[in-house]
């Protein structure tokens, strides 16, 4: 019954900015470790960044000094503030566990948060 929900994209220009939710249902969030990913036109899914149950955070280089992530253990939530945003960050957002994706199950993901990013 776990379940991610993702939300807080839209359209902005290059340079703009966003800040993605996720909120988790079905397990016991503050102990876990959570992650962004996303997916791109054409592309596979990919991780960008994860939170540790202690804060401890972790980015691929391509957001690194862009993206901040952070966690709301009351709310069940992560968030994603992005800055400076670039069109190839355009793409659909998602949350989850942080693990192989190939190891997650697959009923777990959301729907995603598109992210349209205008040159």
């Known amino acids: 019954q776990v379940q991610f929900a993702e939300s807080g994209g839209g359209l902005v220009q290059a340079g703009g900015s966003l800040r993605l939710a996720c909120t988790a249902s079905g397990i016991t969030f503050a102990i876990n470790t959570i992650a962004w990913y996303r997916q791109a036109p054409g592309k596979q899914r990919e991780f960008l960044a994860r939170?540790?149950?202690?804060?401890?955070?972790n980015y691929v280089d391509s957001v690194k000094g862009r993206f901040t992530i952070s966690r709301d253990n009351a709310k069940n939530t992560v968030y994603l503030r992005m800055n400076s945003l670039k069109p190839e960050d355009t793409a659909v957002y998602y949350c989850?566990?942080?693990?192989?994706?190939?190891?997650?199950?697959?009923?777990?993901w959301g729907q995603g948060t598109q992210v349209t990013v205008s040159s």
């Open positions: 989850n566990t942080f693990a192989l994706i190939a190891a997650i199950q697959p009923n777990t």
């Open positions: 939170i540790s149950s202690g804060g401890d955070r």
